[in-house]
T-cell receptor, first 113, second 113 residues
Framework: GEDVEQSLFLSVREGDSSVINCTYT??????LYWYKQEPGAGLQLLTY?????DMKQDQRLTVLLNKKDKHLSLRIADTQTGDSAIYFC?????????????FGGGTRLMVKP | DTEVTQTPKHLVMGMTNKKSLKCEQH?????MYWYKQKAKKPPELMFV???????INESVPSRFSPECPNSSLLNLHLHALQPEDSALYLC????????????FGPGTRLTVL
């Protein structure tokens, strides 16, 4: 099974806030990432948070990290139809050449007009 | 500029064909990656090159052969593939430093007939 877990699906109305949750297992992870993937496209880096931080805000995006519970969340304020995509969280673990990513299964966000 | 480019965008090949996927980055990154992504799944790591040397091979079948001609280019040579190898192949690059954030290309959609 996957070490990083996400819920499969989230549906919100345009203008509402979206919260996508993720749990991970490796307490030694240094960085945690959120990527967005639109249909037929590659992964777009949205934001990341260093493991010694609790929160990071970047425009409409807010990342919260609870290290004790190994829980990561991504809040998208004022969600737009263009935010409809699959969102992957990923934890970075040091291995050989650098930080290798372990991805969650992805959460499909559907934004209704 | 955080762009990783991949060619071709789409590729259809028979099981006896030989083809190559190409990836390029001009961010001065020292690590480059190949991932395979099946539909509705997260990316799976295949290979990692660090400073133009292969550092990780995730037990990938020999019908996939990576090559790193220089620090900006990464190829994936394909030979005698199977229909189950049909997937989106993603290339990524990273600086190789402590904050080793990976940037992804748009991918090559491969179909094996």
């Amino acid at each position: 099974g996957e070490d990083v877990e996400q819920s499969l699906f989230l549906s919100v109305r345009e203008g509402d806030s979206s919260v996508i949750n993720c749990t991970y297992t490796d307490s030694s992870s240094t960085y945690l990432y959120w990527y967005k993937q639109e249909p037929g496209a590659g992964l777009q880096l949205l934001t990341y948070i260093f493991s010694n931080m609790d929160m990071k805000q970047d425009q409409r995006l807010t990342v919260l990290l609870n290290k004790k519970d190994k829980h990561l969340s991504l809040r998208i304020a004022d969600t737009q139809t263009g935010d409809s995509a699959i969102y992957f969280c990923a934890e970075a673990r040091w291995r050989n050449a650098g930080n290798m990513l372990t991805f969650g299964g992805g959460t499909r966000l559907m934004v209704k007009p | 500029d955080t762009e990783v480019t991949q060619t071709p965008k789409h590729l259809v090949m028979g099981m006896t064909n030989k083809k190559s996927l190409k990836c390029e980055q001009h961010m001065g990154h020292r690590a480059m990656y190949w991932y395979k992504q099946k539909a509705k799944k997260p990316p799976e790591l295949m290979f990692v090159y660090s400073y133009e040397k292969l550092s990780i091979n995730e037990s990938v079948p020999s019908r996939f052969s990576p090559e790193c001609p220089n620090s900006s280019l990464l190829n994936l040579h394909l030979h005698a593939l199977q229909p189950e190898d049909s997937a989106l192949y993603l290339c990524a690059s990273s600086s190789g430093g402590a904050a080793d954030t990976q940037y992804f290309g748009p991918g090559t959609r491969l179909t094996v007939l």
